[in-house]
């Protein structure tokens, strides 16, 4: 019961920082799962790229959409299943990639 409170927590905390901090990505908000859908359709439609430079250059890991088949080309999957400060690393990653994704492309 405690693992389950502490993991939505997380996931209130991420889709919290997530709408305030990088607006471009749309959440899917989880109900039964630790895991959280990032509609990176704003930014990309090559989410494996996206997840090759999110690693390359913020060291941050997350799944690629198009892994999983489907619609998935537009999305990363995020593990929300850790410790609160690794999470808050993690999206404090997720927010400089995506800027410095955006500036890659744009050329700046």
Not at 17 to 24: A, H, L, V
Not at 37 to 43: E, I, P, Q, R
Not at 79 to 91: K, V
């Amino acid at each position: 019961d405690q693992l389950l409170v502490y993991l939505e927590a997380n996931r209130d905390y991420a889709v919290d920082y997530i709408r305030k901090n990088i607006p471009e990505i749309k959440v899917c908000v989880p109900e039964g799962t630790y895991l959280l859908w990032l509609d990176c359709g704003a930014v990309t439609h090559d989410s494996g790229d996206l997840s090759r430079f999110l690693r390359r250059e913020a060291g941050l890991w997350l799944s690629s959409g198009s892994e999983y088949r489907g619609n998935g080309g537009t999305f990363l999957r995020m593990n929300l299943a850790c410790p609160r400060s690794r999470l808050e690393e993690g999206l404090r990653r997720l927010k400089q990639g995506i800027t410095a994704y955006q500036a890659a492309r744009s050329g700046r």
